[in-house]
């Protein structure tokens, strides 16, 4: 996190628990914070003759244009005109609003080679490659902003070990990002054939500031000669803003339903799920005993899948828990913390890289 390490982990705890109970009372819209990147003095990716800044803007405007003709709907913009706006206030804007989602708008650009295609990305560790440059592409705007040092004191977008000391104060939300991402890149492969460049975590500060599911598109790349025309043109822009906008009305109905609202957990370094509905014999045992004990939650989703091991990539002994609308999957029963560490080394290398740890107390 920027600010100083400590203290803005504790304010974003405080403002996450905040918002805790402000998700529960906004039952009446769903709102989403539409953010067009970049903006004013910075212009974002500039080639072959597109101003990312200019691009995003207007696929942003279509998005909003469609969604406020639903009175379900509430849309809240970080920019509807060409300003610069700072990555704190971007997110400021989403957690004042108490939003159910945040959409981040971009372009891509490669300094060589000649990629081609749309990528989604949410909030995670990944350091590596083409990937973390583009981390630190959409951080740099921080440098721009005035008395950055002190705003954003600690975090260096170009120091790969300041990349590490984020933190993911939601896992909840990551979850439910990637569900997001995923409905996108989906809409954009199934519905206009365009390249699939597939869903990616990576260190964004914008989206670890935010408390609710979001994510950052990148459209495609304005380095390519043929993908920055299409980008550019009224065609690219009506197409890419319908197929975000159908992703999002999706994942509205699979999570949002009116005063069914999906509330954010609190976390501080692992979760804690109190009196779970969860049936297997051993948790009823454990309680009898009001003992706690520890579980790998390895992913969750609108559907129920069945928990033989070869859905879950040949793990054993997953359970389910259903709460509101989501199911959600652990792997492994432990009393001892280590040994459910280990259980999560094992979640991780099957390929479960959000996996994380619960605490479940009855």
């Given at each position: 996190m920027p600010l100083t390490k400590n203290t803005n982990y504790l304010f974003l705890l405080l403002l996450f628990l905040t918002f805790n109970t402000g998700f529960a009372q906004n039952s009446s819209k769903f709102k989403v914070v539409l953010d067009a990147g970049h903006g004013g003095k910075d212009p974002g990716a500039v080639?072959?003759?597109?101003?990312?800044?200019?691009?995003?803007?207007?696929?942003?405007?279509?998005?909003?244009?469609?969604?406020?003709k639903n009175n379900e709907i509430e849309v809240v913009y970080t920019r509807k005109t060409d300003v610069f706006v700072e990555l704190r206030?971007?997110?400021?804007?989403?957690?004042?609003?108490?939003?159910?989602?945040?959409?981040?708008?971009?372009?891509?650009?490669?300094?060589?080679?000649?990629?081609?295609?749309?990528?989604t990305l949410v909030m995670g560790m990944s350091r590596t490659g083409t990937n973390l440059e583009i981390a630190k592409t959409e951080n740099a705007v921080i440098f721009q902003e005035t008395d950055y040092k002190t705003k954003y004191?600690?975090?260096?977008?170009?120091?790969?070990?300041?990349?590490?000391?984020?933190?993911?104060?939601?896992?909840?939300?990551?979850?439910?990002?990637?569900e997001l991402a995923t409905l996108i890149q989906n809409q954009f492969r199934d519905e206009l054939n365009r390249k699939d460049k597939?869903?990616?975590?990576?260190?964004?500060?914008?989206?670890d500031a935010t408390v609710m599911p979001g994510v950052l598109i990148e459209l495609g790349f304005v380095s390519h000669p043929d993908e920055a025309r299409y980008l550019d043109s009224d065609k690219g822009k009506e197409?890419?803003?319908?197929?975000?906008?159908?992703?999002?009305?999706?994942?509205?109905?699979?999570?949002?339903?009116?005063?069914?609202?999906?509330?954010?957990?609190?976390?501080?370094?692992?979760?804690?799920?109190?009196?779970?509905?969860?049936?297997t014999d051993k948790v009823q045992e454990n309680s009898k005993l009001n003992k706690t004990f520890y579980k790998v939650q390895i992913s969750a989703s609108p559907n129920k899948i069945d928990t033989?091991?070869?859905?879950?990539?040949g793990l054993k002994g997953i359970t389910v828990q259903k709460e509101r609308k989501i199911y959600k999957y652990f792997y492994g029963e432990e009393n001892d913390y280590n040994?459910?560490?280990?259980?999560?080394?094992?979640?991780?290398?099957?390929?479960?890289?959000?996996?994380?740890?619960?605490?479940?107390?009855n």
């Open positions: 080639k072959n003759g597109v101003k990312e800044k200019d691009v995003v803007l207007d696929v942003v405007l279509k998005i909003g244009k469609i969604l406020e206030e971007r997110a400021n804007i989403a957690n004042k609003a108490k939003a159910n989602l945040f959409i981040s708008v971009h372009c891509n650009s490669v300094k060589s080679g000649n990629p081609i295609g749309a990528m004191k600690g975090f260096d977008p170009n120091n790969p070990e300041t990349l590490i000391g984020l933190k993911i104060i939601q896992e909840e939300s990551l979850l439910q990002s990637i597939g869903v990616h975590q990576q260190p964004l500060w914008v989206l197409e890419m803003s319908k197929s975000i906008t159908n992703a999002i009305l999706k994942y509205k109905s699979n999570f949002f339903n009116g005063n069914d609202v999906i509330e954010p957990e609190s976390i501080i370094s692992n979760r804690t799920v109190n009196n779970p509905k969860i049936t033989k091991p070869s859905n879950f990539k040994a459910c560490k280990m259980k999560l080394e094992e979640a991780k290398k099957k390929g479960y890289a959000s996996a994380f740890i619960v605490t479940v107390t």
